[in-house]
């Protein structure tokens, strides 16, 4: 039931956007007629959040023939000029990719009502406003089984890039999982402050290493590249990635991914958009949708206990059928990404 297969597709088409994604002008895209754009808080080169969201953008160009453009934000205000500027030049689609963007896109929003605005991780709607929200709890209880069954200590850790209410949420539904399996396990909880810092995101992980945690659930973007490296250095700990397929980053310590399949998200909402049948709501994506799931590194699995395993594909089976959906008490998950 759970999925091994190396998504080779998603990781050379995240390389390539390292070279083609634009950083400087929204004027900058590729040819068509049907415009989308896409607005990421890190770089596109991070095999993971940003990454995934550039490979999205690059489906609804080959399979839409969709002009596209990308542009990598710095600061908070560069998300209103940018969807301005957008709107400005008649994109059909502009998607501003993280929660962080939803007070921006609900100001330009009105301005340009023939655009449709998009939030991932969002709640916001209005008259051409939607948002996109992941269900990222399932996937990360299941991870959360994983690490319990890895760990030799009883301490397992989180390292995020910032505190954001997505992040939170993953974060516990993992906890949950690890408790479900051994209610003695102790999570250790670290935040970076940013999406890039790749030598921060090495730091928390060797600190967290020292504490003797030795399973290490990475939510951090670029900065999580400093996690894997962590315990590469260290020979002694496991990582598990998020938000794309991260097996193949670095195969020797990575026991699986959280992976959200934001091609095929973003393909989904962009064919609304283009035939004009697109209704602004909140999108629910999650495991049972097959867009958010927990995926093993086929390099690492004869690691895992054969019971381990099996109470994760049974548990996974239910969340399929609808049988079982892990919730976060609103006060935990609403602490902050």
Excluded at 65 to 90: C, M, V, W
Excluded at 113 to 142: E, M, Q, V, W
Excluded at 274 to 289: L, S
């Amino acid at each position: 039931m759970i999925s091994t297969k190396s998504l080779l597709v998603v990781s050379l088409a995240t390389l390539a956007a390292t070279a083609c994604a634009k950083t400087k002008s929204p004027a900058d895209s590729s040819a068509g007629n049907f415009k989308v754009a896409l607005l990421t808080p890190g770089p596109v080169s991070d095999q993971s959040w940003n990454g995934g969201a550039y490979t999205g953008l690059t489906w609804i160009r080959d399979s839409l023939g969709a002009q596209i453009s990308n542009i990598q934000t710095k600061t908070p205000a560069e998300f209103d000029e940018n969807f301005r500027q957008y709107g400005a030049q008649d994109y059909a689609l502009v998607i501003g990719h993280g929660f962080e963007y939803q007070d921006a896109a609900r100001r330009v929003a009105p301005e340009f009502p023939k655009t449709t605005y998009l939030t991932t991780s969002g709640s916001t709607t209005g008259p051409n406003l939607a948002g996109i929200t992941f269900g990222f709890a399932d996937a990360s209880y299941l991870a959360g089984l994983l690490a319990a069954s890895m760990t030799k200590t009883n301490k397992i850790g989180v390292i995020g890039g910032q505190e954001l209410p997505p992040v939170v949420e993953s974060f516990k539904a993992f906890e949950q999982g690890a408790h479900a399996a051994n209610p003695a396990i102790k999570v250790v909880y670290s935040y970076i402050g940013n999406w890039d810092d790749v030598n921060a995101g090495k730091e928390q992980a060797l600190a967290q290493l020292a504490q003797g945690v030795d399973v290490i659930f990475q939510n951090a973007d670029a900065a999580g590249i400093g996690v894997f490296q962590a315990a590469r250095e260290r020979k002694n700990a496991y990582v598990i990635g998020s938000n794309s397929n991260q097996n193949g980053v670095a195969p020797d310590v990575t026991l699986g991914s959280v992976v959200i399949d934001l091609p095929l998200a973003f393909l989904k909402i962009a064919k609304e958009v283009k035939a004009g049948t697109f209704k602004p709501r909140v999108v629910e994506f999650g495991e049972a949708d097959h867009v958010v799931t927990l995926v093993l590194n086929p390099a690492l699995q004869t690691r895992i206990p054969a019971a381990a395993k099996a109470r994760i594909d049974s548990t996974q089976t239910q969340m399929l059928a609808g049988t079982l959906t892990i919730t976060i008490p609103h006060d935990s998950a609403a602490a902050k990404k």
